[in-house]
């Protein structure tokens, strides 16, 4: 069931899935989280947003780079690929009930975002969605882990990587005393019914640990319960302006290999997140 809701800023109006904690405005970007004690979208992830969303298009026959899926799979790829490359997963659910709206949009916003002010090259940029014809590039659980292993693999000093997902997430208790809220968090695949989640622990073990001295990740996570979803050791407060140590209580090791990586997340591991219409009204 849906509640309608009136953002306290800007003053649109749009809908909220019942027992939604955060919510972020379609039309300005202000997280309202009025009727929760906790729970305030990453500043930075909004700022990311805006910028994205500031001329959305949905892909269209027009041969423009960033509207198109590649021609080439960077799969295909041999030898060096480059020192700049980017896996960006956005699962709709069509089939379900549960489904999502924006996550293609998502996706087709964000390889725009790194081709015009990044420079990331098309054929070094991997796209997973639910309307692919190549079969390795559907968002399913295994394929989601190839194309993590391949952002990572024989990374070097210089390489920037980015791995972008808009889709479902969720969590689940934590049987390896590695959490300090006892839940591991986790990003839904498309056929994550039958074959599962993958966890935390998985994302950090495939693209956080491999990362050589020199190499940066930057992961972008639109999905609820994403707060610590690459479980790295510290987390910034943006509130209190301070870092927050997150390492395990087990004594786990959860750092790279000399590498940095940063996750911007849509809302903290306790929240959930909406899924909205950029113009809605």
Excluded at 116 to 137: A, G, H, S, V
Excluded at 193 to 210: C, R, W
Excluded at 226 to 253: C, F, M
Aim: proline share 4%; net charge neutral.
């Amino acid at each position: 069931m849906d509640n309608r809701l009136v953002c306290q800023l800007c003053r649109q109006k749009f809908s909220a899935t019942t027992g939604t904690q955060t919510v972020l405005c379609s039309n300005c970007s202000t997280v309202d989280s009025s009727s929760h004690e906790h729970g305030r979208t990453s500043t930075l992830f909004i700022c990311l947003k805006k910028i994205l969303c500031s001329n959305c298009q949905r892909p269209d026959a027009s041969g423009s780079p960033s509207t198109n899926y590649p021609k080439h799979c960077a799969l295909d790829n041999y030898g060096a690929v480059g020192p700049k490359r980017a896996v960006l997963c956005g699962v709709s659910y069509k089939t379900w009930k549960y489904k999502l709206k924006g996550t293609i949009n998502d996706v087709f916003n964000m390889k725009r975002f790194l081709i015009q002010n990044y420079k990331f090259p098309e054929e070094n940029i991997l796209m997973l969605t639910e309307e692919q014809t190549d079969i390795r590039l559907i968002p399913t659980k295994v394929n989601i882990e190839n194309c993590l292993k391949w952002l990572v693999k024989d990374c070097r000093s210089g390489d920037s990587l980015v791995f972008y997902y808009s889709g479902h997430g969720l969590r689940q208790p934590d049987f390896n005393n590695d959490e300090l809220d006892g839940f591991d968090e986790t990003i839904c695949p498309v056929d994550f019914l039958k074959e599962g989640m993958i966890l935390d622990n998985d994302i950090y073990a495939t693209i956080v640990k491999p990362l050589t001295e020199g190499v940066t990740l930057h992961a972008i996570v639109d999905a609820c319960h994403s707060g610590t979803i690459l479980d790295l050791e510290h987390v910034y407060d943006h509130q209190n302006k301070k870092w927050i140590d997150n390492r395990p209580p087990s004594g786990a090791r959860k750092q790279t290999s000399g590498g940095k990586a940063y996750c911007i997340s849509a809302c903290e591991d306790d929240q959930v997140a909406a899924d909205t219409s950029v113009r809605n009204s």
